[in-house]
Nanobody
Framework: QVQLVESGGGLVQPGGSLRLSCVAS????????MGWYRQAPGKQREVVAS???????NYADSVKGRFTFSRDNAKNTVYLQMNSLKPEDTAVYYC??????????????WGQGTQVTVSS
């Protein structure tokens, strides 16, 4: 069983920064992909950023140029650096890991989420 533990959320003023962390219970190299998602009240969960096993990243248009997805392999940890935060970034942020099997099936693992609130 995979465990993902997020931290780093909080209350920040517009224009401020936060760095989210996600520690995995096993090597992040064992995952085919990892991602950060968010869910705002009354809205569906959406992908914010993703990273493939070879380190390629993709970002939602709404966060491009402001958020950066990175990883520390030795610490089994991925990060989401969030700069120039806006009120519309307010949401619960979730870490996700995907394992793909040769059978064609895949498994998604989720952290418990961390609240990010951007408000003056």
């Amino acid at each position: 069983q995979v465990q993902l533990v997020e931290s780093g959320g909080g209350l920040v003023q517009p224009g401020g920064s936060l760095r989210l962390s996600c520690v995995a219970s096993r090597s992040i190299f064992s995952f085919n992909a990892m991602g950060w998602y968010r869910q705002a009240p009354g809205k569906q969960r959406e992908v914010v950023a993703s990273m493939s096993s070879d380190g390629r990243t993709n970002y939602a248009d709404s966060v491009k140029g402001r958020f950066t997805f990175s990883r520390d392999n030795a610490k089994n940890t991925v990060y989401l650096q969030m700069n120039s935060l806006k009120p519309e970034d307010t949401a619960v942020y979730y870490c996700n890991a995907v394992v793909m099997y040769v059978s064609g099936s895949n498994a998604h693992y989720w952290g418990q989420g961390t609240q990010v609130t951007v408000s003056s």
